[in-house]
C-alpha cells in the first residue's frame, strides 16, 4: 500500500510560477475551502504578492489540478512561509487546497517534495496537523520538532454580550481604561483599505519583525509591504482591529474571518514610543466583533508574549511544531536531530516571550524507496 502511494506521488507534477489562479482553478478548489470553513478570499491572495513567493500547482499526468499551494523562498539558501502569517497566526490546514475526489496525503507529499527541491533548507513552524499532512510526511524525507510554544485562542461562546466577557477580566478592565484615557482609540474595518492606510499598517508589521530580530530586519521588508500590503488593499474578508493616539496608528491585528471564527493573520505595533495597552485593546475588540457576528472564536495564533497566554483560554491548546524537509540525505543527515533542536531554541528561545525554544523530535523519515 505505502509503496503504490510512493509510486503515486512520484507521478503527481509539481510546478512553480506566479501565475495566479484561473477562475477554472479556484472553482475547483472550492468546495475544499467550504467543508473546511476557509474563508474563499484566501484563493484570491494566492499566490501572495512579492518576488519571493511562488505559486506551487499540483496536477496528474493529464494537467489535471489536484492541489496548490505557495512558498516564500529566497533560492537557493532558505524557504520560510506558505502563505501570508504562517506559522505565526494561519494554521497548516489553511495552506494547502485539494480538488475533490484526489489522494490528499499523496498530493500533500508532492507538495513538500517541491518545496524542499526548491530551497537548500525548509523550515516552518505550525500548528493543526491534519491526518492528511500526519500521511504525506511518511512520503517525504522530513524531520518533525514538537516545540514547548502553542497555539492560542479565545472560546466566545459562553458571552451573550461583550460585557459579559470583561466582567471575568479586571486586569484587562484597568488596561482598557489606561488606554483610553492616553487617547487611545480603537478602530474596526472590514474588508479592503485605501493605499495610504495599508502603507501605515505595513509599517507596522515590518516595525514588528525588525523588533524580533533575526532574518526579519531585512528579509521581511519586502513580505510586510509588498505582500502584507496588498493583502491589506485587497482581501474581502479581512477584519482589521487597529488603536491609534494623537493620529498615530499605534497597534493592529488584521484577522480573516473564515465561517465561525475570526483568525489572525498579520499585525505589528508602533515600536519607538509608547502604546499605552493597544494590545489589550486589540484583544478586547476583537472578542466584542466575534460576539456581535455571533462567531465562535478568535484565534491568535502563537503565544508569543505575555498578553496571549493571559487571555487565551488555558485549556486546548494545540501544540506548535517545527516541520523541516529535505530534499537530499546528506542534507538530511548534516542537519542532524540535535542541531536541528540547537537551531530551534537558538533562534526562537530568546526571540520570543511565552516558551524557552525546548524541542523533541516526534517524526522522522531519512530513507527513501526508489
Avoid at 503515486?8 to 479556484?26: F, I, N
Avoid at 474563499?40 to 501572495?48: A, K, N, R, Y
Avoid at 479586571?170 to 474596526?188: D, E, N, S, Y
Wanted: proline share 3%.
Amino acid at each position: 500500500m505505502v509503496m503504490d502511494k510512493r509510486r503515486t506521488h512520484a507521478a503527481v507534477a509539481v510546478t512553480a510560477g506566479r501565475t495566479p489562479l484561473s477562475a477554472s482553478e479556484k472553482e475547483a478548489l472550492r468546495p475544499d475551502l467550504e467543508a473546511r470553513g476557509i474563508a474563499p478570499s484566501m484563493l484570491d491572495i494566492l499566490p501572495p504578492r512579492g518576488r519571493h513567493f511562488q505559486l506551487l500547482r499540483a496536477s496528474d499526468s493529464d494537467g489535471k489540478l489536484l492541489g496548490v499551494t505557495s512558498l516564500m523562498s529566497v533560492r537557493p539558501f532558505v524557504s520560510l512561509k506558505q502563505n501570508l502569517g504562517e506559522g505565526n497566526h494561519v494554521g497548516w490546514d489553511t495552506s494547502m487546497y485539494f480538488a475533490e475526489g484526489v489522494d490528499r496525503p499523496v498530493v500533500t507529499a508532492a507538495l513538500l517534495q517541491a518545496m524542499a527541491k526548491r530551497s537548500f533548507y525548509y523550515a516552518m513552524y505550525f500548528g493543526q496537523i491534519d491526518d492528511d499532512v500526519k500521511a504525506g510526511l511518511s512520503l517525504v524525507r522530513h524531520r518533525l520538532l514538537e516545540t514547548d510554544y502553542e497555539l492560542g485562542s479565545i472560546d466566545v461562546t459562553g458571552y451573550p454580550q461583550h460585557q459579559d466577557y470583561l466582567s471575568g477580566h479586571k486586569r484587562l478592565r484597568r488596561h482598557l481604561r489606561t488606554h483610553t484615557k492616553a487617547g487611545g482609540l480603537v478602530h474596526v474595518h472590514e474588508g479592503p483599505v485605501d493605499e495610504e492606510t495599508a502603507h501605515r499598517f505595513s509599517e507596522l508589521v515590518h516595525a514588528t519583525y525588525r523588533h524580533h530580530g533575526g532574518v526579519g530586519r531585512w528579509q521581511f521588508k519586502q513580505y510586510a509591504y509588498d505582500v502584507c500590503g496588498n493583502y491589506f488593499r485587497t482581501c474581502g474578508d479581512a477584519v482589521h482591529i487597529s488603536t491609534t493616539r494623537e493620529g498615530q496608528i499605534t497597534g493592529l491585528q488584521s484577522f480573516i474571518r473564515h465561517r465561525d471564527r475570526l483568525e489572525l493573520a498579520e499585525g505589528g505595533f508602533f515600536r519607538t514610543g509608547p502604546n499605552h495597552h493597544a494590545y489589550e485593546a486589540i484583544i478586547s475588540e476583537s472578542v466584542g466583533y466575534a460576539i456581535r457576528e455571533r462567531l465562535d472564536r478568535v484565534a491568535y495564533g502563537g503565544i508569543w508574549n505575555a498578553g496571549k497566554d493571559r487571555y487565551c483560554d488555558k485549556e486546548g491548546r494545540e501544540k506548535v511544531y517545527l516541520l523541516m524537509l529535505f530534499a537530499s540525505r546528506w542534507r538530511y543527515r548534516m542537519a542532524s536531530d540535535r542541531l536541528s533542536r540547537w537551531a530551534f531554541k537558538t533562534y526562537f528561545g530568546g526571540r520570543f516571550d511565552g516558551a524557552s525554544g525546548e524541542s523533541r523530535v516526534v517524526s522522522r523519515l531519512e530513507d527513501l524507496p526508489s
